[in-house]
């Protein structure tokens, strides 16, 4: 039986997987890793919202990296040090496009 998962990550108390396109993380969620808009920790797989076609997730400190076949690049969570890429240090509760020129 086939799951469907295409890529998963896992980082200390933190996890994300690729399925369909959507990705889905739950786990410990302090800077906003898991994408959900807040800080509360998730029990269960939860939707991360705007982003679909994703083909991989990785999970870093605090923060969760996704990308897509056509190499856009989502990024959420803790940016104390500019970490998402995004051109600021705001930590992101959503991801946000770094989406690389």
């Given at each position: 039986?086939?799951?469907?998962?295409?890529?998963?990550s896992a980082h200390e108390n933190s996890?994300?997987?690729?399925?369909?396109?959507?990705?889905?993380?739950?786990?410990?969620?302090?800077?906003?890793?898991?994408?959900?808009?807040?800080?509360?920790?998730?029990?269960t797989p939860t939707a991360?919202?705007?982003?679909?076609?994703?083909?991989?997730?990785?999970?870093?400190?605090?923060?969760?990296?996704?990308?897509?076949?056509?190499?856009?690049?989502?990024?959420?969570?803790?940016?104390?040090?500019?970490?998402?890429?995004?051109?600021?240090?705001?930590?992101?509760?959503?991801?946000?496009?770094?989406?690389?020129?």
């Amino acid at each position: 039986m086939s799951s469907g998962v295409t890529s998963v990550s896992a980082h200390e108390n933190s996890t994300c997987a690729v399925k369909s396109g959507r990705v889905y993380c739950w786990g410990a969620n302090t800077y906003g890793q898991l994408g959900t808009g807040g800080t509360d920790s998730v029990k269960t797989p939860t939707a991360v919202a705007g982003i679909t076609g994703a083909v991989g997730v990785n999970l870093g400190v605090d923060a969760t990296y996704a990308w897509d076949a056509a190499g856009h690049v989502w990024a959420w969570g803790q940016n104390a040090t500019g970490q998402l890429g995004t051109g600021d240090e705001v930590t992101h509760l959503t991801p946000v496009a770094v989406s690389i020129h």
